[in-house]
C-alpha cells in the first residue's frame, strides 16, 4: 500500500505540475497574442483616421467691439490678435481675455488717412496711406510680441515698411490693392482715368516702378512671382514689371473672381459656368508660366469670396458668396468639407485645426476634426500637377525649408520601389537558391549535402545591417566597373552550375572512388571561379563594346542617380540576403519527395535530369512556390539593406538605373521626424499597414502552399 500511494501521490504531484505549466504557457500564449492584436489595432486606428471626413463644428461665436468691424482675425484662441476698424478713424488690436475680446492698443490717424490690414505670409500689416499717399505697413505684434504704444505706433519696427504713391493719383483714387511679397510689394489704384500699378522693392524701397492700365481694369497681383495678372473676359495675361508680356491664357468661361494663395504659386479663377480653375506656376525655359491643374465645381451662381491656404497641410479654406465654408484639398482640388454659415462672411484664416470666419459683426471660430482626412486616395495614388512641374507626376517629398508649401504625399513611388527591389532581388535570388538546393537536395552526395546545407543555411544568420554595410562600403565604389559584372555572374551561374554538373558526372566517373568526393566538391568550386574571372574581365569590355561607350559613366549622367545607388546594386544585396532563406525551404521540399517516387522514375527508364524535371520538381512544387513568396515577403519588407545602399530617392520609376526609396526604408526616415498624430505622421501608419497586410497576405499564402506540399508527401 504504501508503494502504491506513493505511486499516486506522485503521479498526482506530476499532474499537478503539467496543469500549471501549461496554465503558465497559455497564459503566456495569451499575452502574446493580446499584445500583437494590439499593436495591429494601434497600427490600423492610426491610418482609419485618413478615411474619415474632416468635420467642422462651430467651437465660439465673437461679437465685435462696440462700433467697431473686423479687418482681420488671427489665432485669437492661441494668443494672436484681431484687427478691428473704428470706431472712428481708427484701428485697434483686441486678443481674448477670459474668453472676453478686449482692446489692447489703438491706432489713430486722422480721418484722411486710410487704414487696412494687408497679409504677407501669414503675417498681418496694418496699411496706413496718408492724403498725400505716404504708406506705411505696420507688422501687428505676435504673440511673443506684447501690444504695447511704443512696440506699434512711434518706434519703427525691424520689418517697418513706408513708401510714397504720387499724390495726384492718390487723391482721385476710387480703390486700391496691395500684396506683398518676400521681395516685392505691388499696389493697384484705380482712378477714373487710368489703374496705376506700382512696384517696391523691399530690400530697397527707392527702387520704384510704375505702370499704367485702362481704368478699372481686372487684375491679379503676384509680387512672389514678379506678375501681374491681366484679366479680359476668358483671356488672361501675364506681364511683368517692366509690362513684358510673358505668356497668355485663355479659359472656357468669363472670369467672374481671381486671387492668389500665398506665394503665388497658385492662382485660382472663378468661371461663369461655376468653375473654380486652379493655376499652377510652372518654369518654362525660364520663364514663370500657369497652367491649369484641376477645376473645382461649386454651386450655381456661387462665387468665392475670399482663399486662405493652410500653412502646414495641403488644405485651403474657402468663403463664398453662399454662406458656405469649404474645406479644399490643395492638390486634387476635392472639396472633403462644406458647411452653411449663419452670416455672410467677409475673410477667413486657418491655423492649425482652428478655422476663423469673420464677417463685420462677428466672427467664429470652428474646430476641424480629423484633420488627416483632408488626404484623399485621389491625392495619396494619382498623379498630380504640383506647383513648380510641367506635368502631372506622382511624388513623395514631405520635408520643407519654410510653410505654406505643398506636401507631396503619394504613396506611388513607395510602392514602386519596395516592388522593384523586392521582384529584383528574386531575380537574383531564385536562380541562386535553386540552383543551390536542386544540387544539394539531388545531385550532390549524403556526404557532400551535409556539409554544404550547414553553411548556406548559416548565412541566413548575418545581420542584413552588415549586409547593407558591406554592399555600401566596399560593393557600391566597386559598382561602376564591376556592377555589369556581378549581374552577369549571378543571373547566368544556375546555367554554368547545370554545365558544370553534367561534366563533373562524367570526370568523377573517370577517376578513382577515393578521389570521387574530391572532384565531386571541388570541380565546382573552380568552375564558379573560372567563370566569376571571365565575367569581370570580359565581360564589361563587351558590354562597352556593344554600346560604343569609353566607361559606366554614362549610366549616371542618363538617370542622373550615381551608379553606385542604382535599383540594381540594391538587387544583389537584398538577393543575397533572402537567398539562405529560399534555399533552406526549397531545399527541404526538393529532398522531402519520396524516394519511391524517383526510383519507380528510375524503373520506367526516365534519366536524372527527366527525373527531376518531371516528377521531383513537379512534386517540391508547392513548397518551391511557398520558399519564393515567403522570400519575396522578407525582401518587401527588408529596411536596413534598402536604407544604407539605395539613394533612398522616391522616383515612381520602373527603370533600374534609377534611385528608389522602399515603404520600410521611408518608414525608417521619416518616422522619428514626424509630428505625432499629424497628417504626415498618419500618412505614415498608413503606409505601415500597407506593409503589414503585403508581408502578411503573401506569408499566409506562402504557409497554405507549405501545408499543402506536406499533406501531399505524407499521403505519397
Known amino acids: 500500500m504504501n508503494v502504491a500511494s506513493q505511486q499516486v501521490s506522485f503521479l498526482k504531484k506530476r499532474l499537478r505540475r503539467d496543469r500549471i505549466a501549461r496554465s503558465v504557457i497559455s497564459v503566456f500564449g495569451y499575452i502574446v497574442l493580446l499584445t500583437m492584436v494590439m499593436i495591429i489595432w494601434h497600427l490600423f486606428s492610426q491610418a482609419m483616421n485618413i478615411a474619415a471626413s474632416p468635420g467642422v463644428k462651430p467651437r465660439q461665436e465673437t461679437p465685435v467691439l462696440p462700433g467697431g468691424e473686423f479687418l482681420y482675425v488671427g489665432d485669437t484662441a492661441n494668443g494672436q490678435a484681431a484687427v478691428i476698424a473704428g470706431p472712428g478713424c481708427s484701428v485697434s488690436l483686441a486678443r481674448l481675455d477670459n474668453g472676453i475680446l478686449s482692446s489692447r492698443q489703438t491706432l489713430r490717424r486722422p480721418c484722411s488717412h486710410t487704414l487696412d490690414v494687408v497679409t504677407s505670409y501669414g503675417l498681418p ?107 479680359n473676359n476668358n483671356v488672361l495675361t501675364f506681364v511683368d514689371s517692366s509690362n513684358q508680356r510673358l505668356h497668355q491664357l485663355t479659359v472656357a468661361q468669363t472670369v467672374r473672381w481671381a486671387d492668389s494663395i500665398v506665394k503665388n504659386r497658385s492662382v485660382f479663377v472663378a468661371l461663369a459656368n461655376n468653375t473654380l480653375v486652379r493655376l499652377s506656376l510652372y518654369n518654362q525655359a525660364g520663364i514663370l508660366r500657369y497652367q491649369p491643374a484641376y477645376n473645382i465645381e461649386l454651386h450655381a451662381n456661387e462665387v468665392p469670396l475670399a482663399l486662405y491656404a ?34 455672410q462672411p467677409s475673410g477667413v484664416s486657418w491655423f492649425d485645426s482652428r478655422v476663423y470666419v469673420y464677417g463685420a459683426d462677428a466672427y467664429i471660430r470652428h474646430e476641424v476634426r480629423n484633420m488627416a482626412g483632408l488626404s484623399t486616395t485621389n491625392s495619396l495614388l494619382m498623379p498630380h500637377l504640383y506647383e513648380g512641374y510641367p506635368a502631372p507626376d506622382q511624388i513623395w517629398q ?26 529584383l532581388a528574386l531575380l537574383i535570388a531564385i536562380p541562386l537558391a535553386l540552383g543551390a538546393a536542386v544540387y544539394t537536395a539531388y545531385f550532390a552526395r549524403p556526404r557532400v549535402r551535409d556539409s554544404i546545407k550547414p553553411t548556406i543555411e548559416m548565412l541566413e544568420a548575418v545581420p542584413s545591417v552588415l549586409i547593407g554595410f558591406i554592399a555600401a562600403i566596399w560593393l557600391a565604389p566597386l559598382a561602376e566597373r564591376f556592377l555589369f559584372s556581378i549581374a552577369v555572374f549571378m543571373v547566368t551561374l544556375p ?59 554614362f549610366f549616371a549622367h542618363t538617370t542622373e542617380v550615381p551608379v553606385g545607388k542604382t535599383t540594381i546594386l540594391v538587387a544583389i544585396a537584398l538577393g543575397l540576403a533572402i537567398s539562405p ?39 517540391a512544387f508547392p513548397g518551391i512556390v511557398a520558399a519564393i513568396m515567403l522570400g519575396f515577403g522578407r525582401a518587401f519588407g527588408e529596411t536596413m539593406i534598402v536604407l544604407m545602399v539605395t539613394g533612398n530617392t522616391p522616383i515612381a520609376d520602373w527603370d533600374l538605373f534609377a534611385g528608389l526609396r522602399a515603404l520600410t526604408a521611408n ?50
Not at 503 to 520: C, G, T, Y
Not at 583 to 611: F, K, M, N, W
Open 125 to 231: 500689416y496694418v496699411v496706413d496711406i496718408s492724403a498725400t499717399g505716404q504708406v506705411r505697413l505696420l507688422p501687428v505684434p505676435t504673440v511673443s510680441q506684447p501690444l504695447r504704444q511704443s512696440n506699434f505706433i512711434d518706434t519703427p519696427l525691424a520689418n517697418e515698411m513706408s513708401f510714397a504713391l504720387p499724390q495726384e493719383v492718390w487723391a482721385q483714387q476710387t480703390n486700391w490693392q496691395m500684396a506683398v511679397g518676400e521681395q516685392w510689394i505691388i499696389m493697384r489704384v484705380n482712378t477714373p482715368d487710368e489703374t496705376l500699378v506700382q512696384w517696391i522693392n523691399r530690400n530697397s524701397p527707392t527702387q520704384i516702378v510704375r505702370q499704367q492700365y485702362s481704368p478699372d481694369q481686372p487684375m491679379v497681383l503676384l509680387p512672389d512671382t514678379r506678375q501681374i495678372m491681366l484679366i
Open 310 to 343: 493652410h500653412a502646414s497641410v495641403n488644405g485651403i479654406a474657402a468663403i463664398t458668396s453662399q454662406q458656405q465654408l469649404l474645406l479644399i484639398n490643395r492638390i486634387s482640388g476635392e472639396v472633403v468639407e462644406r458647411r452653411q454659415l449663419p452670416v
Open 398 to 423: 514631405t520635408s520643407s525649408a519654410s510653410d505654406y508649401q505643398e506636401i507631396k504625399m503619394s504613396l506611388v513611388p513607395l510602392l514602386i520601389g519596395s516592388l522593384k527591389a523586392s521582384s
Open 495 to 553: 546555367v554554368i552550375l547545370l554545365f558544370i554538373a553534367l561534366v563533373q558526372h562524367r570526370v568523377a566517373q573517370s577517376v578513382s572512388s577515393e578521389l570521387h568526393n574530391f572532384a565531386e566538391a571541388v570541380l565546382p568550386v573552380l568552375g564558379i571561379v573560372v567563370y566569376g574571372y571571365i565575367c569581370v574581365a570580359w565581360a564589361p569590355d563587351w558590354l562597352l563594346a556593344a554600346l560604343d561607350a569609353d566607361d559606366f559613366t
Open 581 to 619: 532563406s529560399i534555399y533552406s525551404l526549397a531545399e527541404d521540399a526538393i529532398s522531402g519527395v519520396p524516394h519511391s517516387l524517383r526510383q519507380a522514375s528510375y524503373a520506367l527508364g526516365a534519366t536524372r535530369l527527366q527525373t527531376l524535371r518531371r516528377v521531383v520538381l513537379k512534386v
Open 667 to 716: 518608414l525608417a526616415i521619416e518616422l522619428p521626424e514626424a509630428e505625432v498624430h499629424s497628417i504626415h505622421y498618419q500618412v505614415l501608419f498608413l503606409t505601415a499597414c500597407v506593409l503589414f497586410s503585403f508581408t502578411f497576405i503573401v506569408n499566409t499564402l506562402a504557409e497554405l502552399l507549405r501545408q499543402r506540399s506536406r499533406r501531399v508527401k505524407s499521403h505519397g
